[in-house]
């Protein structure tokens, strides 16, 4: 079967950029990495869309929310107990991101020859938005930063800017030490309830917030986080979150993430929100951008970019 792979003009076309436009950083991993991929017949296709169906419909899923507090801290707990042996920043990546399955790209499915596939790509992905939206930050807050990989590459990033994480998973906190310990960097670490979150800490002026994949847990109960963040008057936010309203029902890959997202209990309304408060002049939206790249269940890489007014 024919091979396929991803250059640079199919990053900076996901992207919606020029080529000229990647920096060089991006462009080297899309050159060194494996972005090698086949596509699949109808017939795959078919045995792939039922059995996302069968397992939707098995309630077998768990549910998302603040009961899954304990299963964040073993999960990151596993991370912390790997990088602490191996000092990779690969031995980072969640466990739940897994190798050897069917991805989806571009409104398909697609069968990576690397198990790093999803890695390598939003390791792309995310370098490309930091240096592009974060250079002007003094300081960067990630906020539900888990396994801590975020942090890793905005330390390298940049090493002058003051860089926190929060997460209510001491795990994460331990992640942060550990890298301080095995970089020599100064990353701050920090126990924070996304559901519950405390305004007497202040964040700090002109500063960045980010989340990848955290908002997602919220569900619709993302109101208290959000007050949270206008309160602080944040000069940007970014967020790689799967947003519903970024779909389209009538497409089958964007009908099966949509319903996969309202089983788990995932984001709901959030950007519909933002909507509203742009209306009202209290935010400003400044890109919400779909990217057609994702996991087996969902696109869970869409990015949307805002600011307090």
Not at 33 to 55: C, H, S, T, W
Not at 81 to 110: C, H, M, V, W
Not at 184 to 201: A, E
Request: charged share 30%; aromatic share 14%.
């Amino acid at each position: 079967m024919k091979i396929f792979r991803l250059k640079e003009a199919d990053f900076a076309k996901l992207l919606g950029v020029h080529s000229k436009d990647l920096p060089p950083q991006c462009k080297n991993i899309i050159k060194k990495m494996d972005f090698r991929y086949r596509k699949i017949d109808l017939r795959q296709r078919d045995k792939i869309i039922a059995d996302i169906l069968e397992k939707i419909d098995s309630n077998t899923f768990s549910i998302a929310g603040s009961s899954r507090r304990p299963q964040w801290e073993r999960g990151w707990g596993q991370n912390l107990k790997e990088y602490a042996r191996t000092k990779d920043i690969y031995s980072l990546t969640p466990k739940f991101i897994r190798g050897g399955q069917p991805i989806r790209l571009n409104r398909d499915f697609i069968i990576p020859t690397s198990d790093r596939f999803e890695f390598d790509f939003v390791d792309v992905l995310r370098r490309w938005l930091f240096i592009k939206y974060f250079r002007d930050q003094d300081a960067i807050y990630e906020f539900g930063c888990g396994s801590c990989q975020q942090l890793a590459i905005l330390a390298k990033l940049f090493p002058k800017k003051q860089i926190i994480g929060l997460d209510w998973s001491l795990a994460s906190v331990k992640i942060i030490k550990r890298f301080n310990q095995f970089n020599n960097t100064n990353l701050i670490g920090k126990s924070f309830n996304l559901f519950k979150p405390d305004f007497n800490y202040r964040l700090l002026p002109n500063s960045a917030v980010l989340t990848v994949g955290t908002l997602e847990q919220l569900g619709s109960n993302f109101e208290p986080f959000l007050k949270y963040l206008m309160a602080n008057k944040v000069s940007l936010c970014l967020h790689l979150e799967t947003i519903e309203e970024l779909y389209e029902g009538q497409n089958l890959l964007d009908y099966l993430a949509l319903k996969f997202d309202r089983k788990r209990g995932y984001l709901s309304g959030f950007l519909a929100r933002l909507r509203e408060l742009e209306e009202k002049k209290r935010v400003r939206i400044l890109k919400a951008q779909r990217i057609y790249f994702g996991s087996l269940y969902h696109d869970g890489y869409s990015l949307i970019l805002w600011r307090t007014k």
